[in-house]
């Protein structure tokens, strides 16, 4: 769960009044890096988890590859605790996901996942039908015979899962002053929550100096993804790239702040400066 929760760091979770045909700002082969610090009273800046993200396409027909041909994205999410975090919390995690998404509509289609939190590991995978609307989610633990846990629940399209979240606000346009509600899945649930375009302002990043805007997604709560006490910003560029650039974390034991470190689109890279 845990890095799941930084995984939804990057989770710019907006959907618009209704849905638009997607333009990918996006190339195949885009990654982005992350870099999680840690800040509360003499813990300044204390480097505790990295974030990788890629995006690749694939193309599918009976023809062969044709540039016209329809094509599925794939999406991969690597989250894994650096530095000090292991002192911090007590033990060390590290989230791989994989999801498969038909990019018109812009929807998952399959989720993938591998969780290491200290000696707990856990493989789940969701398969959604989309017209049934019903996810179906089974999750074992790879190190023991047990029979794995499974479930089937109904969702409302469009559905997402915390990867594709990302890369489907990407393709969305954001209005400050509005909510909006999302439903997304994510361990065999499904959840629909609020999300408030706050502000733009100009920010200093990797990219330069952008203007952003501020999203914040309610995500804490009883009923919320994560059951706890805390709060969430995201900023994303208000430009044709749509890049989250920066996140920032408020929970009981303190503060997370994630930043953009690196872009790389084939061989052109954006680095952080020293």
């Known amino acids: 769960m845990v890095a799941s929760i930084f995984l939804s760091l990057t989770v710019n979770i907006v959907f618009g009044q209704q849905v638009q045909r997607p333009v990918i700002p996006f190339s195949s082969g885009e990654e982005l890096v992350y870099q999680a610090e840690f800040n509360k009273g003499l813990l300044h800046g204390v480097d505790v988890a990295e974030f990788r993200f890629k ?16 094509f599925t994205l794939r999406l991969v999410g690597d989250v894994v605790s650096k530095g000090l975090f292991p002192r911090i919390a007590g033990f060390r995690f590290h989230e791989h996901v994989e999801s498969a998404v038909d990019p018109d509509p812009f929807t998952v289609l399959r989720t993938s996942k591998l969780e290491e939190q200290g000696k707990r590991v856990r493989a789940s ?5 989309h017209e049934a609307r019903k996810v179906t989610w089974t999750e074992r633990d790879p190190n023991q015979t047990q029979p794995p846990r499974t479930s089937a ?3 409302l399209e469009p559905i997402q899962d915390i990867l594709t979240v990302i890369y489907f606000l990407r393709t969305q346009k954001l209005e400050v002053g509005k909510t909006f509600e999302v ?10 929550f609020s999300v408030a375009v706050v502000e733009r302002k100009q920010l200093n990043t990797v990219l330069g100096r952008v203007s952003a ?16 006490r805390g709060s969430l910003s995201i900023w994303i560029t208000d430009d044709n790239r749509r890049l989250p650039v920066k996140a920032q974390l408020k929970v009981d034991i303190g503060t997370f702040d994630i930043k953009l470190k690196r872009v790389t689109h084939g061989d052109e890279k954006s680095r952080a400066r020293e």
């Open 55 to 70: 995006a690749t396409t694939e193309r599918v027909s009976a023809r062969g590859i044709l540039p016209d041909d329809p």
């Open 183 to 192: 439903p997304l899945s994510d361990s065999g649930r499904v959840f629909r």
């Open 213 to 228: 805007v501020r999203i914040d997604p309610a995500l804490f709560g009883e009923n919320g993804l994560v059951r706890s």
């Open 153 to 155: 629940v109904e969702f």
């Open 125 to 129: 995978e969701a398969v959604f039908d």
